[in-house]
């Protein structure tokens, strides 16, 4: 098994990229195949993320999701899962929640810490609940696409992950903005409604506004504060 411990990039395998999905499939075959249960699909519930689910249920009908409950999200976004849960009854959804309430947090941190230390905010309800739900995982699949942004340009289909330390899978990394949708209207999948008001990327309400340009669809994450990751994809 391709493990953190036992990493090795020149042993990684390789995947056609020549059928519809643009190597998805073979990706995800392969990646539950060679991890079973200890595979663990970490869904921001975004454009990306249907689409993943969708491929996702094709080969592992059962397979276990995790959401991010920040407790800041849109409330359109909690009605996107549920939609998704009622589509995909057999996948295992799960809304994993930070250990400190925001009330809890702002008492120790300050109020509106995601507007004083972004930064901070993201440790507290995104990285360390991400940690915590991978602490039994040797791999995760995310839905990183290379043109998303240019920190994202060199993402391969299997990457070693020194921030979690285990092995990251991104099926998604040929697909284009375009592909997606192509593949969401052909088959007919229900979506968060926010993509139709502007938000290519949707992550807590306070922290996403509309996008400012197309050449760059996170434009609209923590706009005016200097950054576009929350870091969960960051080293």
């Not at 009622?86 to 809890?104: D, V």
């Not at 240019?150 to 903005?177: A, G, M, S, Y």
């Not at 669809?217 to 969960?232: F, V, Y």
Request: glycine residues 6%.
């Amino acid at each position: 098994m391709i493990t953190y411990e036992t990493w090795d990039s020149e042993q990684k395998p390789t995947f056609p990229i020549d059928n519809d999905e643009k190597g998805a499939l073979h990706v995800l075959t392969w990646a539950y195949e060679h991890y079973g249960k200890d595979l663990l699909y970490a869904c921001s519930f975004g454009i990306e993320g249907i689409v993943l689910i969708d491929l996702i249920s094709q080969v592992r009908d059962d397979a276990e999701i995790v959401f991010l409950d920040t407790n800041l999200h849109f409330s359109e976004t909690y009605e996107t899962i549920e939609r998704v849960k009622e589509a995909y009854p057999r996948l295992r959804i799960h809304l994993q929640t930070p250990t400190l309430s925001l009330e809890e947090q702002e008492q120790q941190f300050g109020a509106e810490l995601w507007k004083m230390n972004p930064n901070k905010c993201c440790e507290l309800r995104k990285i360390i609940p991400l940690r915590q739900a991978m602490a039994e995982k040797k791999a995760w699949i995310s839905g990183l696409r290379r043109e998303q942004s240019p920190t994202r340009q060199h993402v391969e289909f299997i990457n070693l992950d020194k921030k979690f330390h285990n092995i990251k899978v991104c099926p998604l990394i040929h697909w284009t903005w375009k592909d997606v949708w192509r593949y969401v209207h052909r088959h007919n999948l229900s979506y968060n409604p926010l993509h139709d008001r502007g938000y290519p990327s949707i992550g807590c309400a306070p922290c996403t506004s509309p996008a400012y340009t197309e050449e760059d669809l996170r434009s609209g994450r923590w706009a005016g504060l200097g950054k576009t990751e929350c870091g969960l994809h960051e080293s």
